[in-house]
């Protein structure tokens, strides 16, 4: 099973853009059958709960810091394993109740042995973070691209079917 989930705030403006790109991606009828999408907004920590079922890869679509806003990129997560950690740092990762970033929620599922080894992140490079609902008109255009992106990386982590 590939696990979609889409982090961020959709009152926050671009923050908003995982969710949005989630809610994109669950209209096509294109996606491989082993697909299951996971709306995290928020709270982590149900994305954390998933991933204790098991997986294969996971897709989090998230926006992210940058120059250029409406910049997507395509990055493969790279989480350090939090109990090699001094235990200060290992309590200020592992003990947050709501795991709103997704870098905190991987950091705990790793800590499980529960964080499949292909995750990877497809973001957008956010131009405004306030309080307000909709995207910026920069990360809006940016999501025809993003989902285009998206798709392709589901497809490769997608297992291809045998030909008899």
Known sequence: MILVVGFGN??????GF??????????????????RFLD??????HFVQELLQ????VVILDAL?????GEVRVLEAK??????????AQRDVLADIHYTEPGRAMALAKALNKLPK???IVGCVSKVIDLNIGLSPEV????PVAERKALELIESLAPKESVQ
């Open 118 to 120: 292909e995750t990877y």
């Open 18 to 35: 995982g969710v949005r790109l989630l809610e994109r991606l669950r209209r096509n009828p294109n996606l491989p059958s082993n697909v």
């Open 54 to 57: 098991e997986h294969e890869a």
């Open 10 to 15: 959709v009152l926050h403006s671009d923050d």
């Open 40 to 45: 995290a907004g928020i709270g982590g920590i």
């Open 65 to 69: 810091e940058g120059k250029v806003p």
């Open 79 to 88: 989480v350090a394993d939090p109990r090699t950690l001094p235990s200060r």
């Open 140 to 143: 809006e255009a940016a999501l």
